[in-house]
């Protein structure tokens, strides 16, 4: 049977084991919370996720767990540990939890299995709509997920009570900057938009990856803090990423409707660079 295990501090534990008790509740909601993709007991582009793990932890204050070294070699063994010990094999969600331990930073991961085939794109589109309820203020958090974790949860609520699959968040001088659990791109002709670190949004892990898939398939890459809303809605095509699951088609942002014809050709480039990744990882 596949699952069942956590890993707490490099040892293995069950997942119906008492972790915590009542009085862990506030240090455990001021760390921050990560997930990535792994393919073959391997995380892909482990060098931008170790490389994110640091700068957010540096953003909340966060000192690095005992054990964390310049180059996350034991990261990569640990994931590689808990993977094996899961029994997941092929493709996988890793979620990695930082917060303040009585002796430095807790680390906390578990694992739970994911379609393979090194970030499959969805044959369905998806549908959203701009959350207009809330901005988010732009500041050092932004780019990591406790700086979005709260704005997610409303939009999401608002996401599920519109039918919609995800919403475009906008910043606090309202520019669209990132959605519910990742970010998003625009192509128009052959310009392929991404919003900036300085837009405040988070900056999903992939992203470098996709505007090089983006670059290879003949799409030139620009990075910019001032998409507007109106440019969501005059693009040729519109696409999500995360960390977990790649680039998402978009079928629909309002009223308007897209195709996803350049979309599927950046997403089997994106996959073939992180199949030649995983590949270089066994030589």
Not at 132 to 148: F, H, Q, V
Not at 200 to 208: C, K
Not at 215 to 226: A, D, I, K, L, T
Request: glycine share 8%; net charge negative.
């Amino acid at each position: 049977m596949k699952g069942g295990y956590l890993q707490y501090n490099g040892k293995f534990l069950k997942e119906s084991d008492l972790l915590f008790s009542g009085g862990d509740l506030f240090r455990l909601g001021v760390g921050l919370h990560e997930s990535f993709r792994a393919e073959n007991n391997e995380i892909l582009f482990a060098e931008e996720v170790y490389e994110h793990l640091n700068q957010a932890a540096r953003a909340i204050n966060l000192p690095l767990p005992e054990g964390f070294d310049i180059f996350g070699v034991q990261f990569r063994r640990d994931v590689s540990r808990l993977l094996n010990k899961n029994k997941l094999y092929l493709a996988a969600r890793v979620v990695v939890h930082l917060f303040a331990g009585s002796n430095g930073t807790d680390i906390l991961m578990s694992a739970e299995e994911l379609p393979r085939g090194f970030f499959p794109l969805s044959a369905n589109g998806l549908l959203l709509n701009i959350f207009t309820d809330e901005t988010k203020a732009i500041g050092k958090l932004g780019n990591c997920e406790p700086g979005s974790r709260y704005i997610w949860m409303v939009a999401a609520n608002t996401a599920a009570a519109m039918s919609r699959h995800n919403m475009i968040i906008c910043n606090s001088d309202n520019f669209p900057c990132e959605v519910i659990g990742g970010s998003f791109a625009i192509i128009r002709e052959s310009t392929i938009t991404f919003p900036s670190a300085e837009s405040g949004g988070y900056q999903a892990t992939i992203v470098a990856q996709v505007a090089n898939a983006a670059r290879q398939c003949g799409f030139e890459p620009v990075f910019r803090e001032n998409i507007g809303s109106e440019e969501l809605l005059e693009a040729d095509e519109l696409f999500l990423m995360d960390n977990c699951l790649g680039i998402q088609k978009v079928l629909g942002l309002e009223e308007r409707r897209f195709y996803s014809i350049k979309t599927e050709a950046i997403a089997r480039k994106f996959t073939e660079l992180a199949t030649e990744y995983r590949k270089s990882r066994m030589l």
